[in-house]
Each structure stands twice: as C-alpha cells, then as structure tokens.
C-alpha cells in the first residue's frame, strides 16, 4: 500500500502481452491507409452474444438486412451451435433464400469436434459459406483454462482444422475456412505464427483458393504500436502468404480499438472484423463506422454507406436495446455539435466560405467532415446554443433557419441577450426559442407605441411623413419632415417627444425563408451618450417594415 488514502495497488499489474522477436516498424513510415480493407460484419455474433438480451430471430434478420444495405460483404451470422435461436436463424437465412449473391456469410465454431459438426449441419444447403474455428492460444488460457502444453493446444488446433476440411469436403456448397488463435494478444508471437502455420499446413490454400487467418485483440493488452509490430511480424513471416487473408479482431478494452484497426492495417491486415457503433464483448469490438469514416476523411472510399447514419443508429439502438453514445465518433448526437461561441463562429464563416469558394473539397474548421455526407443536418446538428455560445452562432441559426440576415454590430446585441436567456433558464435553446426571444426582444415592438398607419409625400424636394401612433390607449397624429421616409418619421417622433437620438444605422432585406414577400429591417439609434439601440421590424411593405424597425428602437430605449 503506498499511502493510507490510495487502496490501488499498481504493483499488483504486469504486462502480458509479447513483443515479436524482431523489430517490425514498416508500418510507422506509413501515412494513412490508401485502400478499403474486406470488411467482415460480426454484430450478428460478437456483438449478439453481448447483449443483455440477445436479438431474437426476427431481430436478426432485420439486422441481417440492414448490414447488406450498408453494402457488408462478409456477415459472420452467429454460432449456430450455441442455441435454437443461432441455428434457426441461419437455416432462416438459408432456406429463405435471403443471402444476396455477393454476400457471403461466416459461422463461429469452437474446436470441438461435436460443434464443428453441429455447425455443418446447420450449414446444409448454403451455397457458400466461411467456417470459423477458434482455440486460444494464449499464456493465460494454456495454462488456467485448458491447462495444457503448447503442443496439446496446437494440437485442438489442428484437429479442428482437418474436421472442417473433412465435413467440407462431405458437404455440399463452397466454404472458405477462417482460423483465430484466440486471444492471440496474449500469445507469445512466435507461438501464435507456429500454430497458424500448423493449421494453414493442413488446408494448403492457393491463391485461388484463400483462407483468412485472424489474429484477434480477444482482450486489449497493449499499446497500439504493440499489435501494429506483431501483425507486421506475422504478415511478414506467415506461410502461403499470398493465399491468405489476413484479417483483424480488434476489441476497445482500453480504448483503442480503433487505433489497433488503423495501425494493423498499415502493418499488414487485409481485412477487418467489428461491429456497427462497437458493439460486443466488455468495451465492445471495433466501430466499423468510425473506422470506415475516418478513411473517408482521408480522401479514400471505404466501400460501405453510411450515407443515413441517423437511421442506421435508430434502429440499431431499437435491435439491440443498446444506445450509441452521444459522443461516439461520427454517430453520437453530439458530435458535430458546437455550443461554445468561438467554434460556432469559425463554423458559420467557414459554411460560408465553401459557399463563396465552391472548393473541390471539404474544409471546415471543427466539421472534419461534411455532416450531410452521411445524412446529419446543418441546422439541428451542428450549431447549438446555450450560455456557452456567441453571436455567430446565434446569428447563423436565425439566418440558416428563418432567414435573418441580422448586421453584423447588431448581432453581438441579440447573441447577448439570447445566451441570457439560456444562462437565467439553464437549458439549450432551439432554433424557434431562439426566433422567439428574437421577436419579442426586437421585432415590431409595440409598446408604449404602436403604429397605425403612416402615408408619405413628397414635397419642396424633401419628404413629409404623417404618421398615426397609439400612445398609451390613445390615438394621435405626427408629422414630420426629412430626406428620406425614416428621416422624416423620426423628425416626427422627436418633435412630439422629448426622446433625443439620431439614426446611426439602417438595413434591410427581404425575409426568403418561412414567409412570403416579407421584408425586414433593422434600425440602429444612438442616444446621446452613446449608448446605441437596435430594434427590427417585419411587415410586407418595405416602408413601413423599416418605420415598424425604428419605432421598436425607440420603444426599446423607453
Ligand atoms: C472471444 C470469443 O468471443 S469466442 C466466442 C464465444 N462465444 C460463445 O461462447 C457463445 C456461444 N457459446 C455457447 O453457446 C457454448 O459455449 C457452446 C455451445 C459453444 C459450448 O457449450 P458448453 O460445452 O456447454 O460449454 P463451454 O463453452 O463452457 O465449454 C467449455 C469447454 O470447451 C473447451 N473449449 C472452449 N473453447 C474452445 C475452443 N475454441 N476449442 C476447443 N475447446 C474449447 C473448454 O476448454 C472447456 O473444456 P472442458 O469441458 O474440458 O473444461
Ligand atoms: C472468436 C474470436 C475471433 C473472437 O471473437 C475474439 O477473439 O474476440
């Protein structure tokens, strides 16, 4: 114990993981991964046999249709020795013909000679299928579990290998064979290429005729560069290397599931096995989503759709009973969200950056990528407001929402007075809370005067205005005289007043989005210390849109 408060003991740890034998960094000059991997869907299996309560057989059959339409290519559907659910559903998908032709499923079996053969039975009829056998391999499991030798655990390897090729060879259809040490991280390196050569001996691929060797992050032991260096080892070093597929496993135990992904493939790997959103065992495998979508980032097509993540989560959440996190890369509600004032504002400029410029690519400051690509909204995902936020983002959401192209001094006023209301509720504000603080604080304000009717004419090369106000219930008459129509209603408001201020800004447009041929303008005035003003109005008249505008100033300085 190293002190009376601390009753963690990092002394009780070692590592228990194994260097390869040689130094392998080939994959450390590597820059990014240029090419898709085969990418092999285990949400059916792994992530399955993680669920508090696993998918039921109509579950899985939807889940089963939505990894095809997310374009998967390997599905490994279950372990159809572990229950009447995980067999039915594969003679389900097999009877019903509801395997596309460009699909190949895979099945997990353990070494055991009555699950392998179970295994084939529930196998009958497919037209094509990978047999997946697995034996662990590790210190750990050698000596705790099986308590045997490495000559006894190579031994139910091999085993397992010629039972597979002997009931393939039996039965009908065309069947790949697939071979993990299981918890090969816990593997001495040599000891796992000794075992998968044993095996891969046994089956002889070709080229023509390739077999996947998977060597699995079962647990997360090391670091990243550990396994990248152990998987160069074994890709370097494995026999009939190019008549095998050398896939991965990864599982997150200590976060870096896709770390371990990324790096392998740079080492290496061929191809990938994980799940949607990291679903599976503990901390779950690898999120084929993020994976995938970082390569897309990178300028490369990862060969899967994700282009409706919005519904994939849902309905993944709703199969699985599972929830994807709010800050799960790319999928999480959050994560292109920015609530805090300077990201909103490089966002907003950047938005209209792309829209100025027309790039030939993405360039966002904070959106790494495009959230539309895979079916996010600019509008409800991106800027976000509460106390945290600034004018920029108020602004862009008035303007992207509702159409409000407020000036840009007059946004630091409303970008205030919105983020208090946030502050003073403590909660977020959506866009129509936003619209609504907006109108009442600034638009058409009506008190203590409200128009009623102005009428203009021109006159000795200036402007009369006559202009009708209800003060305090009661009806009254102003005239004024100026330059311009606003001139001259202020010159009215101010004869009859003893307000003191002059017109220090003036803007307008038409309102495009939400109503039709509105106008809307904005009125700046500034009283004589200083102290500057806003107030907006709305009508469909620009003239009067602009005198409303004014009129909301000056009831706002009252
Ligand atoms: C890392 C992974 O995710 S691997 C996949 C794990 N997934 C699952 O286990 C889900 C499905 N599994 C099951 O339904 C069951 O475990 C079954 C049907 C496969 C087997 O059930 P059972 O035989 O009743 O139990 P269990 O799995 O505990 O068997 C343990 C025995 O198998 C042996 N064993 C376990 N895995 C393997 C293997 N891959 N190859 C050979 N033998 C194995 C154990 O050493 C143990 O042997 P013992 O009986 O001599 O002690
Ligand atoms: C069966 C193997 C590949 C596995 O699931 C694991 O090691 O995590």
């Known amino acids: 114990m190293k002190g009376d408060l601390i009753s963690m003991n990092s002394e009780k740890y070692k590592r228990q993981y194994f260097m390869p034998p040689e130094e392998c960094l080939d994959w450390a000059r590597k820059e990014y991964i240029t090419k898709a991997p085969d990418w092999c869907s285990v949400d059916l299996r792994d992530g399955n046999q993680a669920l508090i309560i696993p998918m039921s057989l109509d579950e899985k059959v939807e889940f089963f249709k939505y990894l095809v339409k997310v374009g998967f290519k390997e599905i490994e559907v279950g372990f159809p020795a572990a229950s009447e659910t995980e067999y039915t559903f594969l003679r389900t ?27 084939f039975e529930a196998l009958k009829g497919a037209k094509r299928a990978i047999v997946h056998v697995y034996n662990s391999t590790s210190l750990a499991q050698r000596e705790q579990v099986f308590k045997k030798s490495k000559e006894e655990i190579l031994k139910i390897a091999t085993d397992g290998a010629k039972l597979l090729k002997k009931l393939a060879d039996e039965t009908e259809g065309n069947f790949q064979f697939e071979y993990s040490p299981e918890s090969f991280t816990g593997t001495e390196v040599e000891y796992a290429l000794e075992v998968c050569n044993a095996v891969l001996d046994i089956w002889k691929p ?4 390739k077999v996947i060797i998977n060597l699995p ?9 550990v396994y990248a260096s152990q998987i160069e080892y074994m890709s370097k070093h494995m026999k009939y290397r190019d008549s095998v597929v050398l896939s991965i496993h990864p599982h997150n135990d200590r976060g870096c599931g896709v770390a371990d992904t990324e790096l392998a493939l740079l080492a290496g790997a061929d191809r990938v096995e994980g799940t949607l959103f990291g679903n599976g065992e503990r901390t779950g495998n690898v999120d084929i989503v993020t994976v995938a979508l970082n390569m897309y980032s990178h300028g490369v097509d990862p060969n899967l759709d994700f282009s409706n993540l919005p519904e994939l989560t849902k309905n993944y959440e709703r199969l699985t009973r599972m929830n994807v996190y709010e800050r799960q890369p790319y999928s999480g509600k959050l994560v292109f969200a920015a609530f805090s004032g300077s990201h909103q504002d490089a966002i907003a400029k950047g938005m209209h950056w792309i829209d100025d410029r027309h790039p030939d690519y993405w360039s966002v400051p904070y959106l790494p990528i495009d959230p539309k690509d895979i079916g996010r909204e600019y509008e409800s995902d991106v800027i976000r407001i509460n106390s945290q936020s600034g004018k920029g983002g108020i602004g862009y959401v008035l303007e992207e929402n509702f159409g409000f192209h407020i000036p840009g001094k007059m946004r630091e006023d409303v970008g205030y007075t919105v ?21 009442t604080v600034y638009v058409n304000i009506s008190s203590p005067i409200a128009l009623k009717e102005c009428h203009f004419i021109q006159k000795d090369g200036g402007i009369e205005a006559e202009i009708s106000l209800e003060k305090s219930g009661v009806d009254k008459l102003y005239h004024g005289r100026g330059n311009g129509r606003l001139d001259a209603v202020s010159n009215a408001l101010q004869r009859h007043s003893d307000l003191d201020y002059s017109i220090v800004s003036y803007q307008e447009h038409a309102l495009t989005v939400g109503s039709n041929s509105k106008a809307c303008s904005y009125v700046a005035i500034q009283k004589p210390n200083g102290t500057v003003v806003w107030g907006a109005g709305i009508h469909e008249d620009i003239i009067t849109a602009s005198v409303l505008a004014l009129i909301s100033a000056v009831n706002r300085i009252q």
């Open 217 to 225: 992050v079962t647990v997360q032991l090391s670091m990243t560069h």
């Open 93 to 119: 998908l097999i009877e019903q013909d509801l395997i596309p032709d460009d699909v190949t499923i895979q099945v997990l079996t353990q070494a055991r000679e009555h699950i392998i053969k179970r295994t």
């Open 419 to 439: 983020k208090d209301v946030s502050d003073k509720q403590h909660r977020e504000l959506v866009p129509k809370d936003i619209l609504d603080v907006f109108k």
């Open 206 to 209: 070709s080229p023509d005729w």
